[in-house]
């Protein structure tokens, strides 16, 4: 197995041991990454088979390797694509693939830009590595999870004097703000761990507690009238 420039590969995996996960790491931070791959060795079930300091790198392993993950760093300093731009590519060459996004902060825009690349999870580059392993064993594509420590500043409900949600249970606020980020009802399921089904039953009775025709026209309405954060504020 050869090795790139800005990147190295482990030790191959067995094409008959469909209990292991594999691992590709591509973080323009050689230090974390190598720490990360060491900090996986002893995980029975995930195998990092290579990492990258570099997109271009990432993608070439993507290619040879088929890893079954990958964590992508959000931020690299010396290129102009970003890690949600590197997570698409990833998906278009390997559609199977479940990319665990790393940042160090996030807002609407970058959960939607995510959640639109294909990303599965979105996570604190400064979380704990227990938080980490548990996002890569859970990941699953077709929804977004993104970590607590995101969730609450992104669905964050302002204070405004006057201003009451209109009878909306907390977990029907969550999904609003979940919304109103731009998250779709699968994500929004994915989430909550909830049914598809049990948030489509949600997201029906918000329409009609805010007497809305559509979700983009109840989260108009709740911006307007301070239920949920305005992005033009952020």
């Known amino acids: 197995m050869g090795t790139q420039q800005g990147a190295t590969t482990s030790a191959p995996v067995s094409a008959t041991d469909t209990t292991v996960q594999t691992v ?4 323009d931070q050689r230090t974390f990454g190598d720490l990360l791959q060491v900090a996986l060795e002893p995980a029975p079930d995930l195998r990092c088979v290579g990492s990258s300091t570099t997109v271009a790198g990432g993608l070439a392993m993507v290619r040879s390797e088929r890893p079954h993950l990958v964590v992508m760093d959000y931020q690299f300093e010396d290129e102009d694509t970003d890690g949600v731009e590197a997570t698409a590519a990833v998906m278009a060459v ?3 693939c479940r990319v665990v996004l790393l940042t160090g902060h996030t807002d609407s825009d ?3 830009r995510a959640a ?3 990303a599965c999870s979105v996570m604190p580059k400064n979380g ?7 996002a890569l064993r859970a ?3 077709g929804g977004l999870v993104v970590h607590p420590m995101f969730l609450s500043s992104l669905i964050h409900v302002p204070e405004k004097r006057g201003a009451a949600v209109p009878g909306l249970s907390r977990r ?3 999904v609003l703000g979940m919304l109103s980020v731009g998250l779709d009802t699968r994500a929004i399921a994915a989430q909550l761990g909830i049914s598809l089904n049990t948030c489509r039953g949600y997201v029906k009775t918000l329409l009609g507690k805010l007497n ?3 979700q983009l026209e109840a989260v108009a309405i709740a911006r307007r009238d301070g239920l949920v954060g305005d992005e033009s504020t952020r």
């Open 110 to 112: 970058l959960v939607r």
């Open 139 to 141: 990941a699953r594509n």
């Open 172 to 174: 029907e606020q969550d």
């Open 116 to 118: 639109a690349a294909g």
């Open 212 to 214: 809305a025709h559509s």
């Open 24 to 27: 590709v790491i591509v973080d």
């Open 128 to 134: 704990s590595l227990t938080d980490l392993l548990r």
């Open 94 to 96: 390997h559609p199977d």
